[in-house]
């Protein structure tokens, strides 16, 4: 289904403005990440791209939509987050298949010698 213009405008002004508020409350001192709401808002609204549902770890709209939330538990971590630089976390330094892709496990969570073939997201 595609999205009429005036509900994606719509969508991103108030998800920035959103993300920009919640910088200005709790991103203080040295987790500072914008000069100020305009700077914020125009980066938000005109440098990067809003994303696709899968996107929410790219640097995209909607991954600052999901950092935003928790910024207000750890300024320190997730200020970085809602940020131009997207603070290692809303980055496209990977393609979606090497994301999902990636080996996150030392160990298996597949009971010993049973479907030693289903292993694939262990790092060896």
Same mark, same amino acid.
């Given at each position: 289904?595609?999205?009429?213009?005036?509900?994606?405008?719509?969508?991103?002004?108030?998800?920035?403005?959103?993300?920009?508020?919640?910088?200005?409350?709790?991103?203080?001192?040295?987790?500072?990440?914008?000069?100020?709401?305009? =700077?914020?808002?125009?980066?938000?609204?005109?440098?990067?791209?809003?994303?696709?549902? @899968?996107?929410?770890?790219? +640097?995209? &709209? #909607?991954?600052?939509?999901?950092?935003?939330?928790?910024?207000?538990?750890?300024?320190?971590?997730?200020?970085?987050?809602?940020?131009?630089?997207?603070?290692?976390?809303?980055?496209?330094?990977?393609?979606?298949?090497? =994301?999902?892709?990636?080996?996150?496990?030392?160990?298996?969570?597949?009971?010993?010698? @049973?479907?030693?073939?289903? +292993?694939? &997201? #262990?790092?060896?």
């Amino acid at each position: 289904m595609e999205r009429s213009p005036n509900t994606m405008l719509y969508s991103v002004d108030t998800l920035a403005r959103t993300i920009c508020n919640t910088h200005e409350q709790y991103c203080t001192g040295s987790n500072k990440q914008y000069a100020d709401s305009s =700077t914020c808002y125009d980066f938000l609204t005109k440098s990067i791209r809003f994303g696709k549902s @899968y996107e929410l770890g790219r +640097n995209t &709209l #909607l991954c600052r939509e999901v950092h935003k939330h928790m910024v207000q538990y750890r300024p320190d971590v997730h200020c970085s987050h809602i940020c131009p630089s997207g603070g290692g976390n809303c980055v496209d330094d990977m393609s979606y298949s090497q =994301t999902v892709l990636q080996k996150y496990f030392n160990d298996s969570w597949i009971p010993f010698g @049973y479907g030693e073939d289903q +292993n694939v &997201l #262990l790092q060896r």
